[in-house]
């Protein structure tokens, strides 16, 4: 198994911190996941942020191959849990396929002050 750690260029890079965006795990006998560290997104409101949790989410997997079609677990992580229908909303724009399984939490804060919404993923691509 190897384990390679990435910042890839063409996606946005951490901010207000010393991390790694991916984790890239080969699998023996072929196969990769992809554990994504969590996504926040400015924005005045959960619907507006959540849209750019997933678009920087969706450009962390194309830089390694995968799309948000290859998510497998999702964990949410919301500020005020009254907003999961919103949020719920814009999480089946962007992944339409079958369900992953899915942990929501409410959280008392975010490490960016003005995030109401922190998304990680792990995928599973061939």
Do not use: C, K, W
Not at 43 to 70: I, N
């Amino acid at each position: 198994m190897q384990i390679t750690l990435d910042n890839p260029a063409s996606a946005p890079q951490p901010a207000n911190s010393y991390y790694s965006q991916v984790a890239r795990v080969e699998l023996p006998g072929g196969g990769v996941l992809l554990y994504v560290s969590g996504q926040v997104a400015d924005g005045p409101d959960l619907a507006t942020q959540s849209r750019g949790v997933f678009e920087a989410l969706g450009a962390l997997l194309e830089a390694h191959g995968a799309t948000l079609a290859d998510v497998i677990n999702i964990r949410t992580y919301l500020t005020d849990i009254d907003g999961i229908g919103e949020y719920g909303a814009v999480r089946r724009e962007f992944l339409t396929g079958t369900a992953p399984t899915s942990m929501t939490f409410e959280v008392s804060r975010l490490f960016e002050p003005d995030a109401l919404v922190e998304v990680e993923v792990v995928a599973a691509i061939p």
